[in-house]
C-alpha cells in the first residue's frame, strides 16, 4: 500500500535565495527509500522567503525517517538556492519531523540533512546509515575548511586568501555585502569631500579645527566627548567605560620603574590623607603600556610616526570620581622621561593624556578588539567547521555565534591590516607594528584572562564603582553561562558522556593543538574531562563573540570621533619638556587632516549598528528542535530582557549613558 507524505520546503529570506532550477527529494528512512520526486515547476517555487508544499510517495512504508535527501539540477541557468529547513509529516497523523538546512546548494548537488533532534556520536550508534552520514560530512568540512598562518606568533586562521575564497555558506548574505561595502564607501567619500575643502595632509592649527570634519557622521557620545575630553574625571571615565575598558589594575605597591613620590601628587589627594595611605586602601589605579614599548613605527608619506610606552596612575577620588594624578610616557625613567602631573602647565598636562590616549587606540585596536575578540573567536570557528557535525548539541549551540566573522576576519586582513591597508595608510603602528604588537600578546595570553569573572578578580577591580562595562559584563556572563550550562546537561548526563564524545574531543585538540600554536602557557587543556570545563569554554566563546566584541567594537566612533582624544598616530615624538609644550607642539603631533579623516570614517563604518544585525539570543535560525531546548532559550532571552530593563532604568537621567552593552545591541556573532 502506498505511502503518501507530506513535505513542506522553506527558502531563504535573503536576497537571491530563491531559484528557478530542478529541486528533487528523496526521503531516506530505516527500512528504505522514497521515490525520487521532482518538487516544483522551475520558475514557480522557491520563492524567497516562501514555503513550499509538496505530496512524496513511497510504495512501502519507510519506517523512522533517517535523513532527507536534496538535489538541485540546472534549468536554463545556474542558480543557487538557500534551504532553510525541510519539515516531513509521515502518513497516519504523526507528528511532523523538522529537518534544518540553512545552507546553499549550489550547482547541480545532492546534500543529505538530519532531523533536528541534537545527538551525539554515540546516540547514532545503532543505525550505520547515520554513522557513515556523520563521517561523509565532517571529511567533506575538513576538506573545505583548512588552517592556515597568515602571520607567525598569532592565532592561526582560515586557509583564504580574501573572502571570494570562502564557501558561501560562510559568506555575507547580499544584503549584508552591499551594505558593508556602501557604508565603507559613503564614510571616505563624505570625509574626502571635508579634505578638498580643508587643507589635505596638513596640520590643523588650533584644536577647535577637529570640528570642521563633525558633518553628518556623529553621535552624542561623541559630541559630549568634544566637550569634555580634556577633563581628568572624563579621561578616567574612560579607563572604564571607553573602548578599552580591560587595562586598568588596582595598584598596590607602585612599579620600580614608575618613581612617583607622595609630595608629587600630595595637592591631588583628598584632604588628610596621602599616596601611602590611598595605596593601601585599595584606591590607587594603574595603566600600564608597556606592551608598546618600541613597537616599530610606521611612516607615512615619508615622515616618521611615533610611539610611546606610558605608565599611569590613577586615584579614586571621594569626590571627583577616577583621575589620572602621574603619567610617564616611558618605561624607562630619566630626565628626558618625565613624570607629567595635573599641577604642571596644561598644556603639558593635556599632551601627557593625549600620548596615554594614542597608546589606548593602538592597544584596544589590535589587542583587545582584534586580538582577543576577532582572532580568538576565528579558532573556534574554524573548528567547529571541521569537527563538529551539523546534528551535534554543541555545533547547534555555536553555529549562531559564529555567523559572518570568517568574512569578516577575511576582510579585515585584506583591507585593514595588510601591508597596503587602512592601518599603514593612517596608524602608528600599521606596517609591522601592529604584528609585533599583536604577537607580544599572543605569547601572554591566558584562556584565564579571556573569562570575565576572573579577568576583573585577578585585575582587582571588583570594587571599582561606576564601572558600567564590568557590571553589565557579568550579568551577561551569567546569563550566558546559565544558558549554556543548561544545554551541556541536558544532552551529557554525566563527564563520562563528555570523555566518551570523540567528535567533541577532536575539536578540543583542533582548537589548542591547531588553532592556539604556540602557547605553552595558554591554560587551555587539549582533552575536555567534564561538564563544567566544556560549560565554561562555551560560555567564554559566546561571550567573547558577542558582549566582549560589543564592549570593544560598538563605542568606537563615539571615542576615537573626536580625534584628539583617541589619536591613531602621533607625528612628533614624546614630550621631554613639560614648559616647552606649545599649542603648536600639540598640533604638530596630532593627526593631520588627511589621517584625521581616514580615523573618523573607519571608526564610524566599523562602529556603527549593523542592519542586519541579529541581537543576543534571538536565534533566526532554529537548529534546536527539541521543546527542552527550546524552553533553555526562552528562559535565556527572558533574563537578557532583565539585563536591559535594569541597564535602561540604571541609565535614566545620566548625561553621559552606557548603553554599549545593552542586549538589543549585543550581537550574537562577530559581524563587523
Known amino acids: 500500500m502506498e505511502e503518501v507524505y507530506t513535505v513542506r520546503v522553506a527558502t531563504g529570506t535573503s536576497e537571491y535565495s530563491g531559484t528557478n532550477n530542478y529541486i528533487y527529494v528523496t526521503l531516506v528512512g530505516e527500512k528504505g527509500e522514497s521515490e525520487r520526486t521532482m518538487l516544483d515547476n522551475p520558475g514557480l517555487d522557491f520563492c524567497r522567503g516562501a514555503v513550499d508544499e509538496y505530496k512524496v510517495s513511497s ?9 532527507v535527501r536534496l538535489e538541485k539540477q540546472k534549468y536554463w541557468v545556474e542558480d543557487n538556492w538557500f534551504c532553510r529547513y525541510v519539515t516531513v509529516e509521515p502518513p497516519g497523523g504523526e507528528p511532523a519531523m523538522t529537518f534544518p538546512c540553512y545552507r546553499w546548494l549550489i550547482g547541480d548537488i545532492k546534500v543529505e540533512i538530519r532531523e533536528g533532534t541534537a545527538r551525539k556520536l554515540v546516540d547514532d550508534n545503532s543505525s550505520s546509515q547515520l554513522l557513515a552520514h556523520r563521517k561523509t560530512e565532517l571529511q567533506t568540512r575538513k576538506e573545505t575548511y583548512r588552517w592556515t598562518t597568515w602571520a607567525p606568533g598569532i592565532p592561526r ?19 549584508k555585502r552591499s551594505d558593508f561595502e556602501h557604508s565603507l564607501k559613503y564614510a571616505l567619500l563624505e570625509l ?5 575643502t580643508i587643507r589635505f595632509g596638513k596640520s590643523w592649527n588650533d584644536l577647535d579645527d577637529f570640528k570642521r570634519i563633525f558633518w553628518k557622521l556623529r553621535s552624542p557620545i561623541a559630541e559630549y566627548c568634544m566637550d569634555h575630553w580634556k577633563e581628568d574625571w572624563f579621561f578616567g571615565y574612560q579607563c572604564m567605560n571607553g573602548s578599552n575598558p580591560r587595562m586598568i589594575k588596582r595598584c598596590h605597591k607602585l612599579p620600580e620603574n614608575f618613581p612617583v613620590k607622595a609630595d608629587m601628587v600630595q595637592s591631588s589627594m583628598a584632604p588628610r590623607t596621602n599616596l601611602d595611605k590611598e595605596l593601601k586602601a585599595g584606591n590607587i589605579y594603574l595603566l600600564d603600556y608597556a606592551i608598546t614599548d618600541k613597537i616599530p613605527t610606521n611612516t607615512i608619506r615619508g615622515k616618521p610616526q611615533y610611539i610611546a610606552a606610558p605608565l599611569c596612575l590613577l586615584y579614586l577620588h571621594p569626590d571627583q570620581g577616577l583621575i589620572p594624578i602621574a603619567i610617564q610616557l616611558e618605561q624607562t625613567p630619566s630626565l ?14 593635556l599632551l601627557a593624556k593625549i600620548w596615554v590616549r594614542h597608546s589606548e587606540f593602538q592597544v584596544f585596536q589590535v589587542l583587545s578588539h582584534l586580538l582577543r575578540t576577532h582572532l580568538v573567536v576565528e579558532v573556534f570557528c574554524v573548528a567547529t567547521l571541521r569537527q563538529l557535525p551539523a546534528v551535534h548539541p554543541i555545533y547547534k549551540l555555536l553555529d549562531p555565534h559564529l555567523r559572518y566573522t570568517l568574512e569578516i576576519n577575511c576582510r579585515g586582513r585584506t583591507q585593514l591590516i595588510s601591508a597596503d591597508g587602512i592601518f599603514k595608510r593612517v596608524v602608528s603602528t600599521g606596517g609591522e607594528g601592529l604584528l609585533v604588537l599583536a604577537q607580544r600578546e599572543y605569547k601572554v595570553l591566558t584562556y ?30 551569567e546569563a550566558i553561562h546559565s544558558y549554556v550550562s543548561g544545554i551541556v546537561n541536558l544532552y551529557y548526563e554525566s563527564d563520562h558522556d563528555i570523555q566518551q564524545d570523540r567528535e567533541l574531543q577532536a575539536w578540543i ?10 602557547l605553552p602557557k595558554f591554560g587551555l587543556s587539549s582533552e575536555l574531562d567534564n561538564r563544567e570545563e566544556l560549560t565554561t569554554l562555551l560560555s567564554v566563546v559566546i561571550f567573547i563573540s558577542s558582549t566582549q566584541h560589543a564592549a570593544t567594537n560598538n563605542g ?30 600639540i598640533m604638530a603631533a596630532l593627526p593631520d587632516v588627511s589621517q584625521s579623516c581616514v580615523q573618523m570614517a573607519i571608526t564610524w563604518h566599523l562602529g556603527r549598528a549593523q542592519p542586519d544585525a541579529i541581537p543576543l539570543g534571538q536565534y533566526t535560525e532554529e537548529h534546536f528542535t ?15 530582557k532583565e539585563i536591559e530593563d535594569h541597564i535602561v532604568k540604571q541609565n535614566e537621567g545620566l548625561e553621559l549613558q552606557y548603553l554599549f552593552l545593552l542586549p538589543s545591541r549585543v550581537e550574537n556573532s562577530i559581524t563587523i
Open 59 to 67: 510504495p512501502f512504508p519507510l519506517g523512522r525517517l533517517l535523513l
Open 157 to 175: 586562521c582560515i586557509d583564504a586568501k580574501s573572502e571570494a575564497d570562502l564557501p558561501q555558506d560562510v559568506r555575507f548574505d547580499n544584503e
Open 192 to 196: 574626502s569631500l571635508k579634505k578638498l
Open 336 to 349: 628626558d622621561a618625565p613624570i607629567f602631573l595635573p599641577r604642571d602647565p596644561p598644556l603639558a598636562w
Open 448 to 477: 584565564r584572562s579571556l573569562q570575565p569573572h576572573k579577568d576583573f578578580a585577578d585585575r582587582g577591580v571588583n570594587q571599582l564603582p561606576k564601572y558600567f562595562y564590568r557590571e553589565h559584563s557579568l550579568m551577561q556572563w
Open 509 to 518: 585538540r583542533d582548537v589548542t593543538q591547531e588553532g592556539f600554536t604556540e
Open 556 to 585: 568606537q566612533f563615539d571615542w576615537c570621533a573626536w580625534v584628539p582624544n583617541t589619536p591613531c598616530t602621533m607625528r612628533q615624538p614624546p614630550p621631554t619638556d613639560k614648559d616647552a609644550v606649545t599649542m603648536e607642539t
Open 626 to 640: 527539541e521543546g527542552r531546548a527550546q524552553e533553555l532559550i526562552d528562559s535565556f532571552r527572558t533574563e537578557l
